[in-house]
Nanobody, 116 residues
Framework: VQLQASGGGLVQAGGSLRLSCLVS????????MAWFRQAPGKEREFVASIYGSAGKTSDSVKGRFTISRDSAKRTVYLQMDSLKPVDTAVYYC????????????WGQGTLVTVSS
């Protein structure tokens, strides 16, 4: 499985970005897909996940971020609205293909910088 994340960039506080994660190499629809992030000097944290059409988000982004997937395009999206400087991080997409709770495949990360 190969994951290619894109869509990061520099945005002002209150702005929006949409991250994309293109999945290749195996079936797409059966995977649990997720987004994580890692801010400078901090541990990686869970942001959102989706299985089928059922998505969930962490409390820190609830109401501002939305995860979705397009099976025809083999792509998972993270729509990020009302961005805050604390959302600045490298965002990674990940796949749990065995439904084990372990995300064993990771993309390369895309940097999101939110200026105040």
């Amino acid at each position: 499985v190969q994951l290619q994340a894109s869509g990061g960039g520099l945005v002002q506080a209150g702005g929006s970005l949409r991250l994309s994660c293109l999945v290749s190499g195996r079936t797409f629809s059966g995977n649990v897909m997720a987004w994580f992030r890692q801010a400078p000097g901090k541990e990686r944290e869970f942001v959102a996940s989706i299985y089928g059409s059922a998505g969930k988000t962490s409390d820190s982004v609830k109401g501002r971020f939305t995860i979705s997937r397009d099976s025809a395009k083999r792509t998972v999206y993270l729509q990020m609205d009302s961005l805050k400087p604390v959302d600045t991080a490298v965002y990674y997409c990940a796949a749990d293909v065995a439904h084990s709770g372990q995300f064993t495949y990771w993309g390369q990360g895309t940097l999101v910088t939110v200026s105040s």
